[in-house]
């Protein structure tokens, strides 16, 4: 009975880190850089979700719109002021880079906002019902559903959208693409405002049930690279699956192995799979490229 | 093999520099001495990172493995201080060795991060291990470092002899990279490929770069701890590791006074910032992302184009034409 | 080759003036009291709270005049939590700002670390906040603590638990860091002691943020009392990811349960939580009310028990300056030694031989969002 529900929350818990990790596969997939930045721009997106909930307190759904939509601009803003000049440079620039914006993010989060954390308003219920026995928090439903369906609509997005399909040919072969007229700078804005707004939702799932502070960036672009690199790196259902086998192996080796391990056991599953399966468990199962939309390239 | 040419200037900066040993505020010699410190350490990740082109985001997990190693061995075993160094530093080597045998199978970003989670699995097992490591509470009372019974506690004394410390390994850090040796690094970085088809072995020459890198940080990281004579898990996390990779990415890696100047340039500018209080992480990142951004070659980037501006000048190339023979 | 001597002479002599130079500061002319704790990153709420306490203290000293000409200033540094920059930021304030006397840290493990400095240079240190029993266990006669040990507060909860409120089934759960590992293990021993040993022990570590697992486990051995050692932030998520559970118990901790964010974030799940303070708001004693009343009208919120520990220290330094002035620091600290019975906001302070404090405190129910005398 135990075991069922460890597996359970461990779904949950995934199911958080699925879209943690979404925003942060994309970059990665389109022009192959890491965005050590993600986890601030998510918990950015739980503060700014925060600002427009206390001025529009009776429209939710106003809030949930205009917050991502936010975070993708700054997204963009970042990306124009900085990172453009280092696409073509070595992978480890953008990576100090961006690990530099999120000292930046994360200091002017604190300054803006204080060092507290914050509790968000529950726009669910947090009242849990049971399930097989097993009780359910509407609030993480609702985040497992979001999830999927946020990958199922980019899934749709890119392959059978013309703008998708002109992401994909850029991450694939950037001269290529311009030589077929795809314009490679405001393609990769429009990605990183993506990004951005993927990681706006991300964050305002995510803070009522973590609370949202100036230092939970760190923990969530944590999250979300793992997940990201054990389901398979730029490929958008290796993440989700990434995030929610992430969540079950955390809970199972927490409840029978040793609690005080459980990060130490999430980095060293993190290592096996970089060792032996780089590309994430995904590719072990998905060898046809119909279900992994970005060919894989050294 | 060097003509006195250039060995020269080389010969006034470390005069110079050594008039630092002299300044009367212990609190910025203390500083000087973490910059001796962090120089070596940057060291070791330059010849990883600059000159063989792997990525490293867990050097601080090697800091850790050298300052825990000479930690144990010289309060638990008695080990004079400078043996348990040689010790701690060799068994770092080793360790680089180990976490490096990966880059056969691996590359790239990957290999960056394998060692990111090896160096926060040092730090989870250094907190838990309490046993060896003291867990939580740390290892306290390392004993200062001390040569035939001199010790050296003061501040000034342990500069001059990590001034002389950090001579010998830059001296030995240029006799590596101008060797063969170095050079089929560098070669490694730029194009593996070719390199491997002109006979240079690759996975085998990554691997002993691991190694020194390993040794020079080991090293450092035992020297840190007979400095503060007190280490804890907390000290050994992923900031560390970036703080040092931004000391060579921000020096200029792939070349030696890169790290030492990254070291300096780091360790002055948060000190600098100090009086701004809690602004100065701010102002700290937004110059590493504008260098980053506008500066990628570093500040020896920025001295050779300085340099090269001012050899451009007009007076200076008349007074150097006049002298052309010397 | 000769340009090259030139460049590189104008270049060491730039840098070196921009080096050294400041090496060479002149002595400040105030009076530096020194305040050394984590000002940004995950523990900024205690540091901040020592902060306004010395503040405050510092404030009302100047401004009574009882030194006479002599104006305290205070100087903080940032140390993160983190015990390097905390010996670093230690050696700042002793050596560059040329501190008196220092308050501080707030993590143990950094207090630890820093305290071998003003051993080193002979200045004493008060921590307000630190509650490892190691802290004056190490032989430094420069070390002072006001606040109250793990030792007393563990006492104090499982006492509470066994005893008061009847409770016989025990689960801890705890923070994978120096203060929780070490907190646990001493209510472990004392409740294994009084016959009752825990009957589930779960950890978690610091970052972590979803406990269901560990939780599961312990609603696995069906407890009727939780302690919670553990910061406020975990705190608070794990209270109600209880309440979220179902799971009936009676959550008991210590600090990091008594910081008011605690309440605020766990929300309703925080009522009905025993903890233990030194200082309570509601206190009609007439020192503290004036404290309450200064602490209000000067920050616009009600103080903390940090804030008062921290303007107890300030004014215990403050008594020994005006007793044997600001010259010698070692009569400074035979003066803070002596203190006896001293008056302090949380509580009779006398310090025993190796600095120690110890005191009462109260045990204190939240009810309705708020802490209430139990």
């Known amino acids: 009975m135990i075991f069922f529900e460890q597996i359970i929350s461990g779904l949950v818990t995934g199911s958080i880190y699925s879209l943690l990790g979404l925003g942060f596969t994309m970059i990665y997939a389109c022009t192959k850089r890491i965005n050590f930045a993600h986890g601030e721009l998510m918990a950015l997106g739980g503060f700014v979700g925060l600002v427009f909930i206390e001025i529009f307190p009776s429209c939710l759904f106003l809030s949930f719109v205009l917050g991502p939509l936010t975070i993708g601009l700054i997204a963009i803003i ?129 803070a009522p049930i973590y609370f949202v502070s100036s230092s939970i960036g760190t923990f969530l672009g944590l999250k979300a690279f793992i997940a990201a690199v054990i389901g398979g790196l730029g490929s958008v259902p290796g993440t989700i699956a990434g995030g929610f086998f992430l969540g079950i192996v955390e809970n199972l080796s927490s409840g029978f192995i040793s609690s005080k391990y459980k990060s130490g056991i999430s980095m060293l599953f993190l290592v096996l799979v970089l060792l032996f399966s780089p590309k994430g468990l995904l590719s072990i199962f998905h060898k046809v490229n119909l279900l992994k939309w970005r060919k894989s390239k050294k | 093999m060097k003509s006195i040419k250039h060995i020269f200037p080389l010969f006034i900066l470390i005069l110079t520099l050594s008039i630092i040993g002299f300044i009367p505020n212990i609190y910025y010699l203390h500083l000087f001495n973490l910059i001796l410190i962090y120089s070596i350490f940057s060291l070791g990740l330059n010849i990883l990172t600059g000159y063989t082109g792997i990525t490293s985001f867990g050097h601080a997990g090697f800091f850790a493995l050298g300052a825990y190693a000479t930690a144990i061995l010289s309060t638990r075993y008695g080990v004079p201080p ?114 491997e088809s002109i006979g240079i072995p690759c996975a085998k020459n990554k691997l002993i770069s691991f190694f020194i890198s390993g040794l020079y940080s080991g090293l450092s990281g035992a020297l840190y701890a007979h400095f503060d004579r007190f280490i804890h898990p907390a ?51 937004m110059l590493l992302v504008i260098m980053i951004s506008y500066f990628p070659q570093g500040l020896i980037g920025i001295l050779k184009e300085v340099s090269g501006h001012f050899r451009k000048n007009k007076f200076i190339k008349y007074y150097l034409r006049k002298n052309e023979n010397i | 080759m000769k340009g090259k001597v030139i460049c590189l002479v104008i270049v060491l002599t730039l840098g070196l003036s921009l080096i050294i130079l400041p090496g060479f500061a002149m002595d400040k002319k105030d009076i530096v009291i020194g305040v050394i704790g984590p000002m940004t990153l995950s523990d900024a709420a205690s540091g901040i709270s020592m902060r306004d306490g010395v503040e405050l203290g510092i404030d009302e000293i100047n401004k009574s005049g009882k030194l006479a000409g002599i104006n305290l200033k205070m100087v903080v540094v940032d140390d993160e939590g983190n015990p390097t920059k905390s010996i670093s930021g230690n050696r700042r304030l ?85 203060y929780g590992i070490d907190g646990t293990k001493m209510v472990v021993d004392i409740s294994t002691q009084m016959g009752y040993p825990p009957v589930a022990v ?38 109600k990811q209880v309440a979220q559970m179902g799971l009936d118990v009676q959550i008991l901790g210590p600090g990091g349960l008594t910081n008011p ?27 503290i009310l004036s404290f309450t009343e200064k602490f209000k009208e000067k920050y616009g919120r009600i103080p903390d028990h940090y804030n008062a520990q921290a303007y107890d220290a300030v004014m215990i330094i403050g008594a020994a300056l005006e007793k044997v002035g600001v010259d010698d620091p070692s009569k400074i600290r035979d003066a803070i030694a002596s203190a006896k019975n001293f008056k302090g906001i949380s509580g009779i302070i006398s310090f025993d031989d190796i600095g120690e404090s110890t005191r009462e405190e109260m045990p204190i129910q939240i009810r309705n969002g708020k802490y209430e005398l139990f």
């Open chain 3, 202 to 239: 779960e950890s978690f570590n610091e970052g972590d943020r979803d406990f269901s697992s560990q939780l599961l486990k312990i609603k696995e051995k069906n407890p009727d009392a939780l302690i919670l050692w553990s910061l406020y932030e975990p705190a608070a998520l794990i209270t």
């Open chain 1, 78 to 206: 970042i990306e124009r002021l900085f990172l453009r000049r280092l696409q073509e440079a070595q992978p480890l620039k953008i990576v100090i880079a961006t690990i530099g914006l999120s000292v930046v993010l994360s200091v002017a989060m604190q300054i803006i906002w204080g060092p507290y954390p914050k509790s968000y308003p529950n726009f669910i219920s947090e009242k849990p019902f049971s399930f097989i026995g097993v009780k359910i928090i509407p609030q993480n439903l609702f985040i497992f559903l979001i999830s999927i369906s946020l990958m199922i609509v980019l899934q749709c997005f890119f392959l059978y959208t013309k703008k998708g399909r002109a992401l994909r040919a850029l991450s694939q072969d950037r001269y290529a693409a311009r030589l077929m007229g795809i314009k490679v700078g405001q393609n990769i804005s429009l990605i990183y405002c993506i990004s951005g707004i993927l990681a706006g939702i991300a964050g305002m799932f995510m």
């Open chain 2, 235 to 285: 000290s050994f996390t992923f900031s560390l590791s970036v703080l040092v990779l931004c000391m060579v990415i921000l020096g200029g890696m792939g070349t030696v006074f890169g790290s030492i100047l990254g070291a300096i340039l780091i360790v002055i500018l948060l000190e600098y910032l100090q009086p701004l209080g809690d602004y100065r992480l701010f102002v700290y990142g």
């Open chain 3, 94 to 178: 002793v050596y560059n700002e040329k501190a008196i006397a220092v308050i501080g840290s707030v993590a143990s493990s950094c207090t630890l670390a820093n305290m071998q400095v003003t051993q080193e240079a002979g200045i004493p240190q008060i921590t307000p906040v630190s509650s490892s029993p190691a802290v004056t266990q190490k032989g430094n006669k420069w070390i002072f603590r006001v606040a109250i040990t793990d030792a007393t507060r563990a006492k104090n909860i499982v006492e509470m638990a066994l005893e008061k409120l009847g409770k016989k089934r025990l689960a801890i759960l705890y923070i994978s860091s120096d």
């Open chain 2, 82 to 195: 400078i043996l348990s160094i040689f010790f701690a530093s060799f068994f770092t080597g080793i360790a680089g060795f180990i976490i490096g045998l990966p880059v056969i199978r691996i590359s790239g970003i990957y290999l960056a991060m394998v060692t990111l989670g090896s160096a926060e699995f040092i730090r989870l097992l250094a907190l838990n291990w309490d046993s060896l490591t003291g867990g939580p509470v740390g290892i306290s009372n390392i004993p200062a470092l001390s040569i035939f019974g001199c010790y050296f506690k003061s501040e000034r004394s342990l500069f001059f002899f990590l001034y002389v410390i950090l001579i010998i390994s830059t001296f030995i850090f240029v006799r590596i990279t101008n060797s063969r040796f170095g050079k089929s690094l560098i070669a490694i970085k730029d194009d593996e490929q070719a390199a």
């Open chain 3, 261 to 287: 964010i605690y309440v605020e974030l766990a929300g309703e799940a925080a009522n009905g939580v025993i903890v233990f303070l030194s200082y309570h708001p509601s206190s009609k004693e007439p020192h």
